[in-house]
């Protein structure tokens, strides 16, 4: 498989926009809280960058560090060792939906 092979396999798997966005978050998971970052956001999954990361099918509660704080329910997809960990997001709460899709808006170019 060459490297444009690839490249279409990895786009095709992703059906929402990734969007850059950097904001601080809290993962909650169990007890404990891990403290990370965003890399980027889409309508469905973000990159979170944290040393320590979670296993493949992983779940737990992430709180955006944002004006109005959001919280999602995330599990995780793919990791990075050492760099971070993708995961798909669901949201929890009708607040934090508004909150979020209104975020995902004011990321997007004019006319998307």
């Not at 786009?11 to 969007?19: G, V």
């Not at 990361?53 to 995330?74: E, I, M, N, S």
Request: glycine letters at 10%.
């Amino acid at each position: 498989m060459g490297l444009e092979d690839y490249l279409s396999r990895r786009l095709e798997r992703r059906w929402a926009l990734r969007y850059p966005f950097r904001t601080g978050l809290e993962i909650e998971w169990g007890s404990a809280v891990l403290r990370g970052n965003t890399r980027d956001i889409s309508s469905n999954g973000m990159f979170i960058e944290v040393p320590d990361t979670l296993w493949v099918g992983a779940g737990f509660t992430v709180r955006l560090h944002l004006p109005q704080p959001v919280k999602l329910d995330c599990q995780v997809k793919r990791v990075e060792p050492g760099r971070g960990m993708g995961v798909s997001v669901a949201l929890s709460e009708n607040e934090s939906q508004k909150a979020y899709h209104q975020l995902l808006s004011s990321l997007a170019p004019p006319g998307n």
